[in-house]
């Protein structure tokens, strides 16, 4: 076995949002996991490529359902809202969802921690940004690339439960009458009867290429989760396309980006495993017959919870679809300007169904839901982007971006509920055949919502030995209060390359050593839901006019002109070390966050 040393690159390009620098250069907090470094074996999403890889970035599941995302957390907590978690970022789209990129796709992935490095997304910044960036086609030969892999799960911290002849010795000694439970000759482990050994994969397929003047990529991803639970499942199939193509002499260039993600999924029931814990081992899963046990489906907290997963669903049918455009223009030696366009739709189909055969379903006589959500998002952006080095030996460098946003989001939602089927055959499908319709089990709601945006970065260096950055981002949202539409971001960093100075030259072990010092305010505006500020009016009852009773309304929202922008500040200080030979390398940092 030979091992080769891990070092690490300190001209590498990290991308920071609306444009990159080289690690030496970066003056917040700012780490950069690129593909070599990524979690090898079993990744289901981008999250699982980073954890345990940035410090301060925790990512739980907390489930052992396939269909539930990881939860993320920078920092901590960062909103007395909903939290969001970090803002994604994939490709320089802001609002982005990881599951919406295969990890086969990634090729680098930067968290921007501080408060000094995510200002420049102002109101969304809050809980810190992650910023994908997916792998682009090169190279004038055709590539072909394919991972997978085959893995199986079992149950963990099953519950130790009372097998038949424990249950019987137990309530012998306690000196119970369980005359009554003669007739039952089984031994059931409920909780096995309900879980497996799931099998789950995956299959990636990519195809890459280009010549000197453009490059393109496809892929194709197939994953299927099955969980430990019998009545859980995930199948997703993801596509991505990327053209980039370069024309006059290279000073224009434009670019196309298509991708689509299909799930069919299936949530369990958690309520089934109290059953499991209150069914006696002494029940059987069947009677002799074939026929499921049903002895106990009317007492309190049991019922058989097999039966349950056999003959109740909750499945949904997502489809998300997003196609971006984006044109590069080198007006001027260092002068560029960009337009970005985006446009992306996401449907979800859901039905759950409660047989009336079952303990579940029962009471109700039998209970269907079907819902339809609609997600539109379309985004446009500008950015003017300018670099110039000078000085005898271009030791002055300046980075300087401006630009502007303008983003709408529509959601709509109808939802659909009746009981009382006397055919439940069709479950969920025919969920007219209920013959129970109470008012309130038809909905439906429309919101739509704006941003717009204007923001800017300014980036100073002197022979990569003072650093300094300052940005400013002014955030207009229509979420917010007459009097409070318009929040303001700043930030100011600063850096300094202390292995770059005279009286280091001499000290041959540490590569690099920077210290960093930063201070800046986000905010957090998808937490609060649209019209918050506004008067509303409910449905409430009926009134009587002129011998018809239609529907009455009144006021469910006082208006609230001054709701402001929730803020978070922060301060950062961090040293950045790299030691004997870039083989050892690390940052300590402190850091004070208020909300």
């Given at each position: 076995v030979k091992l080769g040393a891990s070092v690490v690159n300190l001209g590498e390009v990290v991308a920071i949002g609306y444009g990159t620098q080289t690690r030496k250069e970066i003056t917040g907090s700012v780490a950069n996991i690129s593909e070599e470094n990524f979690n090898k074996g079993v990744n289901r999403d981008a999250s699982?490529?980073?954890?345990?890889?940035?410090?301060?970035?925790?990512?739980?599941?907390?489930?052992?359902?396939?269909?539930?995302?990881?939860?993320?957390?920078?920092?901590?907590?960062?909103?007395?809202?909903?939290?969001?978690?970090?803002?994604?970022?994939i490709d320089g789209v802001p609002g982005g969802d990881m599951s919406t990129v295969s990890p086969s796709d990634i090729e680098s992935i930067s968290v921007l921690k501080d408060a000094s490095s995510a200002a420049i997304y102002g109101s969304r910044a809050a809980g810190g940004v992650i910023l994908i960036t997916t792998k682009r086609g090169s190279g004038s030969r055709t590539q072909i690339n394919y991972d997978?892999?085959?893995?199986?799960?079992?149950?963990?911290?099953?519950?130790?439960?009372?097998?038949?002849?424990?249950?019987?010795?137990a309530n012998k000694a306690l000196g119970k009458d369980i005359s009554t439970y003669d007739k039952y000759n089984s031994d059931t482990d409920w909780f096995d009867e309900m879980t497996r050994v799931g099998v789950s994969q995956q299959h990636a397929l990519s195809l890459s290429g280009g010549s000197s003047k453009s490059n393109y990529r496809a892929s194709y991803t197939f994953l299927d989760r099955n969980g430990v639970a019998r009545d859980n499942y995930m199948t997703r199939h993801s596509f991505r396309f990327q053209f980039q193509?370069?024309?006059?002499?290279?000073?224009?260039?434009?670019?196309?980006?298509?991708?689509?993600?299909?799930?069919?999924?299936?949530?369990?029931?958690?309520?089934?495993?109290?059953?499991?814990?209150?069914?006696?081992?002494?029940?059987?899963?069947?009677?002799?017959?074939?026929?499921?046990?049903?002895?106990?489906?009317?007492?309190?907290?049991?019922?058989?919870?097999?039966?349950?997963?056999?003959?109740?669903?909750?499945?949904?049918?997502?489809?998300?679809?997003?196609?971006?455009?984006?044109?590069?223009?080198?007006?001027?030696?260092?002068?560029?300007t960009k337009v970005n366009l985006y446009k992306s739709r996401f449907s979800s189909d859901y039905s759950e169904w409660q047989d009336p055969r079952n303990s579940r379903g029962q009471g109700d006589t039998g209970k269907a839901i079907r819902r339809n959500r609609l997600w539109d998002r379309n985004l446009l952006e500008w950015t003017a982007n300018y670099t110039k080095a000078f000085g005898s030996a271009e030791e002055h460098k300046v980075d300087a971006i401006v630009g502007y946003s303008w983003e709408n989001n529509l959601y709509a939602d109808q939802k659909s509920e009746a009981t009382n089927f006397a055919v439940g055959s069709m479950?969920?499908?025919?969920?007219?055949?209920?013959?129970?319709?109470?008012?309130?089990?038809?909905?439906?709601?429309?919101?739509?919502?704006?941003?717009?945006?204007?923001?800017?970065?300014?980036?100073?260096?002197?022979?990569e030995r003072y650093m300094i950055t300052a940005t400013v981002r002014r955030d207009g949202s229509s979420k917010f209060g007459a009097n409070h539409k318009w929040g303001t971001f700043p930030s100011v960093s600063a850096a300094w390359g202390i292995s770059q100075e005279s009286f280091m030259k001499d000290t041959k072990w540490i590569n690099d050593l920077k210290l960093r010092a930063g201070y800046g305010i986000t905010g957090n505006q998808d937490g609060l839901r649209p019209y918050k500020s506004l008067d509303l009016y409910s449905a409430s009852g009926t009134y009587y006019n002129n011998g018809s009773w239609p529907t009455a309304f009144r006021p469910s929202q006082n208006a609230n002109p001054n709701l402001k922008w929730e803020q978070t500040a922060m301060l950062n200080i961090g040293l950045d070390f790299t030691l004997f030979n870039s083989r050892l390398s690390g940052t300590i940092e402190w850091y004070d966050k208020r909300t």
């Open positions: 699982d490529l980073l954890q345990g890889k940035v410090a301060g970035l925790t990512i739980t599941s907390g489930s052992g359902d396939v269909t539930r995302s990881s939860q993320i957390q920078l920092r901590g907590t960062s909103t007395l809202q909903n939290d969001q978690g970090p803002m994604i970022v997978g892999y085959l893995t199986a799960s079992t149950i963990a911290n099953k519950p130790d439960m009372l097998n038949a002849s424990e249950w019987r010795a193509q370069r024309a006059i002499n290279d000073r224009l260039r434009i670019g196309l980006t298509g991708a689509a993600t299909l799930t069919d999924m299936q949530m369990p029931f958690s309520d089934d495993y109290i059953l499991a814990y209150n069914m006696l081992p002494v029940y059987p899963v069947y009677n002799a017959d074939g026929s499921y046990f049903t002895d106990a489906n009317h007492n309190y907290d049991q019922g058989n919870p097999v039966q349950n997963q056999d003959q109740n669903y909750k499945k949904a049918a997502n489809n998300y679809f997003y196609g971006q455009g984006d044109v590069q223009f080198s007006i001027l030696d260092g002068l560029t479950g969920a499908d025919n969920i007219q055949s209920g013959n129970l319709l109470k008012i309130g089990n038809v909905t439906s709601s429309r919101n739509e919502y704006k941003l717009i945006s204007l923001f800017a970065r300014a980036h100073y260096s002197f022979k």
